[in-house]
């Protein structure tokens, strides 16, 4: 049933697997593809992936640095998988713990791991099982309680007390009857009915002794079942001038006063059967710890002392509930510093499968080990998954002869036109020519806006430097068309007049408004600008996650190809307003798994800069 | 009485010894003081001498093992260490390990495997670079026009790393995956590395400055005025073809030209 199941180590050596009958492809491909978008986005915080047809579950070793994983098809619904991976990850760390204990990466080159017949010996015992559950089958009426009722019993009177409970106490009497073997003769439901000759107290005292002899419990507690008078239960202290007295306060033994009254009240027979259980108590908690020391002591390998240092110095285990409460602080602390709070809460849980079961070096505290692991996989996320150089792509699309053409698009008020404009600059300072697409034909002033841009960046660069042709220039169609249109015309013109780079700025939309959206998706789809850029803010907090999915989702569902065109990259801006809360740029990468492309970290046009992975962590992680 | 009698005595004898010490001390002073020097010298010797010693050991015998994802670094490191085939999967972690040149004079250097991925390697290879003594830098030979600028843009953040510029590591790049029959010569990826190359140092040295202000890797490669070459590098280079699969599966890797690589250095 499994299409195949594969260990291999971190290091990416492959020590066994196992291809089930009748699978032709190599599973070399959908196992990449796990471990490139799950296991490196940080995203294993659920183990389950599909790829095509395939579902694959996996399961790390942290220990030993090993990957389980185990692919079926989709459409199959096996139980027993998840329960099967962990059976098979302890029976493999078991068998091979001599040879998984070396050290280096020699160790999983010179072994050989033959685990074939473990593995269908557990395949096999998984399956049985899951198909053993048979349902349980239903009582028949003589097994039931019902029949055991007396009719009368079942009949509610008003003074029906007396014969309720007649009822309940032969319904009592059968049903223990009825335990000690398993089915209900004939024979004792007469026996019970018979009781109802005998009056009330002899059924009693009859039930009494049929129960202690059954259960044999030392008669001495309970020969006093009807007590004399229970106990008054708690009584108010009163406390003489508002407990001022310290005299009167102190309840020790010598001091007996005040608290004589309370202390009468407990019979004395029960005092003596106390004493002698706190002993037994006392015994008991040293009898526990003494062998609990042993045991930790035999578990440290050597005896008494040494075996308690050495669990206190190093190589001990990392478990779920060691790191719980640092994880706590540590999601705390993200949210406190602008992540959005599902983001933080995942890439927690991420960070505690990587560390599950790892050994920790000598004198580092599990503090230290999580901090460092999250740090870790925070700057993962923030590296770029592809090579982020713009001006390289220009140049090849100029070799190309055609226009690259950049879209920006994002909510209202993010600076999307401020950005446009500073990065029109640079690509002007770097020797290319612009053509600025006033596609937002909504917002008022906002084609007068890219006007004055326009000027004053041409004024800034003076004609001569492009061949006499000016290095900025404005396609604009006024208000109140369609976005779309006005785009591919604006590109075709870029190819006519051999512009270098088309920058297509897009009116402000929130992610909800339907209509908007699927205007957007159109203006995308139809004219497949080489880069989407997603303009967002640095001050943007949980709602980054809000727009990021539903922009991308806006794009995929209205695009008509298989292949649709999504964002791109991420244009984060407003920087220079939070001081230490760049969260923002950590929700925003999780999200999309894009880079952040430019940063904008003021109003001017020099205020543009690129992202320092390293910069943005140290920042996030400080205290 | 008597006791104070004895300590007196004591005393006084206590003093005479303190005097016939230091009057020993005086006698014997120049050769004394002079022992005491020479000791000293001696012990700070020693410490400067196996600080250098150790400091040099420490420093510099890696070998790291770079390349875009899929490009075979993992089944290179298994055919240098043990010569066997092995399935690989993508790696996460780096492995490293001892590798031995199999003539008798190369040394014995640790071979680092770095992955791939472009989320890992930045991280991984900052660990590593500055013990390297080589870097091996694998590449796909058979999807190399599509990769071409992927992979320029890698050797290039390397080669205008600070401390990798200044340790001039030996650089060799393997063009791997030969045994494909759409595979290039290493002599065509090494005039098409250099052109990308030639193109990436003006964009990257025009590139943004990152936000606090830091600027990366101000090492201009090559010389000004002058299209790129990799000669014009202080690193040795050398180019060379390899096969880590070999052309049947069980069958010998074509790695003999790294291993004599490898032992020269």
């Known amino acids: 049933m499994l299409d195949f199941f594969s260990i291999f180590s971190k290091g990416g050596i492959v020590l066994w697997c196992f291809q089930g009958a009748g699978v032709s492809e190599s599973f070399t491909g959908p196992v990449n593809a796990l471990i490139r978008s799950v296991i490196l986005q940080e995203r294993s915080g659920n183990n389950s992936f599909t790829h095509n047809a395939l579902s694959l579950k996996y399961k790390l070793d942290n220990e030993f640095e090993l990957v389980f994983v185990v692919g079926f098809q989709k459409i199959l619904t096996l139980t027993y998988v998840d329960k099967f991976i962990d059976d098979v990850q302890l029976h493999f760390r078991d068998r091979y713990k001599n040879e998984l204990e070396q050290r280096g990466a020699l160790k999983f080159l010179l072994n050989n791991f033959e685990f074939g017949d473990d593995f269908h010996r557990l395949l096999r015992e998984a399956e049985v099982s899951s198909k053993a559950k048979a349902p349980a089958s239903m009582r028949n009426f003589n097994e039931s309680e019902k029949s055991k009722k007396t009719v009368k019993s079942m009949i509610e009177t008003k003074d029906g007390d007396k014969s309720k409970e007649q009822g309940g106490k032969k319904s009592k009497n059968a049903k223990k009857e009825g335990e000690k073997c398993k089915r209900l003769s004939i024979k004792q439901i007469t026996k019970a009915n018979g009781n109802e000759g005998l009056t009330q107290e002899e059924i009693i005292e009859r039930n009494r002794a049929k129960f202690i002899s059954k259960h044999k419990i030392s008669v001495v507690l309970y020969s006093k079942s009807p007590k004399p008078q229970k106990p008054k239960g708690k009584v108010n202290r009163v406390w003489d001038m508002s407990g001022k007295s310290i005299g009167e306060l102190d309840y020790s033994g010598t001091n007996g006063n005040n608290s004589s009254d309370a202390q009468n009240q407990d019979p004395d027979a029960t005092a003596e059967p106390f004493l002698h259980l706190n002993l037994l108590h006392l015994q008991l908690i040293w009898n526990v710890h003494s062998v609990w020391f042993l045991c930790r002591a035999k578990k440290g390998g050597f005896g008494g002392m040494f075996g308690m240092l050495k669990g206190l110095v190093g190589s001990k285990n990392l478990t779920q509930e060691d790191m719980e409460p640092v994880l706590e602080k540590m999601r705390d602390h993200l949210i406190a510093k602008n992540v959005a709070a599902e983001i933080s809460s995942q890439l927690c849980n991420s960070v505690a499968k990587k560390l599950e079961g790892k050994v920790m070096g000598t004198f580092t505290t599990v503090a230290s080990t999580v901090k460092q692991a999250l740090q870790d996989s925070l700057v993962q996320i923030l590296q770029p998954k592809r090579r982020v150089d713009i001006l390289r792509d220009v140049l090849e699309a100029r070799s190309q002869r055609k226009p690259f053409v950049i879209t920006f698009c994002g909510v209202n008020g993010v600076g999307k036109s401020t950005n446009l404009a500073k990065i029109s600059y640079w690509l002007i300072e770097n020797g290319f020519t612009v053509l600025i697409a006033a596609c937002d034909t909504f917002r008022a002033g906002a084609v007068e806006q890219l006007r004055t841009h326009q000027r004053r960046l041409n004024s800034l660069h003076p004609l001569e430097k492009h061949g006499g042709q000016p290095a900025v220039q404005l396609f604009e169609k006024g208000y109140g068309k369609d976005a779309a249109g006005i785009a591919m015309e604006a590109i075709a013109f870029a190819r006519n007049q051999v512009f270098d780079v088309v920058l297509i700025d897009t009116a402000g939309r929130m992610q909800d408004n339907g209509p908007l959206m699927t205007a957007l998706a159109k203006l995308i789809a139809v004219n497949t600008p080489d880069l989407v850029l997603f303009v967002g803010e640095a001050l943007v907090g949980n709602e980054a996650v809000d727009q990021l999915v539903k922009f991308n989702q806006a794009l995929a569902d209205h695009s008509k190809t298989d292949k649709p065109r999504l964002i791109d990259g991420i244009v984060l801006t407003k920087f220079d307003t939070i001081d230490d809360k760049v969260g923002a740029a950590i929700s925003m990468t999780y999200i999309t798994g894009q880079p952040i492309v430019f940063v904008g970290t003021g109003q001017t046009y020099s205020d543009l800069r690129s992202l320092n992975a390293r910069a943005v962590v140290s920042a996030l992680m400080k205290a | ?265």
């Open chain 2, 1 to 265: 009485m008597d006791e104070k009698i004895h300590l007196d005595l004591q005393d006084f004898s206590e003093e005479q010894f303190m005097e016939s010490f230091l009057k020993e001390i005086q006698s014997e002073e120049a050769v004394f003081i002079l022992g005491i020097f020479l000791a000293l010298a001696l012990v700070v010797l020693t410490v400067v001498f196996f600080g250098n010693f150790w400091g040099s050991s420490k420093a510099r015998n890696a070998v790291l093992l770079l390349g875009l994802c899929d490009s075979g670094k993992t089944l290179l490191f298994t055919r240098l260490l043990l010569g066997k085939f092995v399935r690989t999967q993508t790696s996460i972690t780096e492995s490293s390990a001892t590798y031995k040149s199999k003539d008798d004079r190369g040394g014995s250097w640790t071979l680092i495997d770095v992955p791939g991925h472009e989320s890992l390697r930045v991280q991984i290879v900052e660990k590593h670079k500055a013990v390297a003594r080589a870097v091996v830098f694998v590449v796909d030979s058979s999807i190399f026009q599509k990769d071409v600028r992927d992979v320029a843009e890698f050797l290039y953040s390397i080669l205008t790393d600070n401390i990798v510029a200044k340790n001039a590591p030996t650089l060799v790049v393997a063009c791997n995956k030969q045994d494909i029959s759409m595979a290039k010569s290493a002599k065509l990826i090494q005039q098409q590395l250099e052109k990308e190359m030639n193109t990436l140092r003006l964009t990257r040295s025009a590139a943004l400055s990152s936000q606090d202000g830091a600027v990366g890797g101000s090492v201009y490669l090559g010389k000004k005025g002058k299209d790129f070459e990799f000669s014009q590098l202080p690193n040795r280079v050398e180019f060379i073809e390899c096969s880590a699969r070999g052309s049947k599966d069980d069958g010998g890797a074509d790695i003999d030209a790294i291993e004599k690589c490898l032992a020269k250095l």
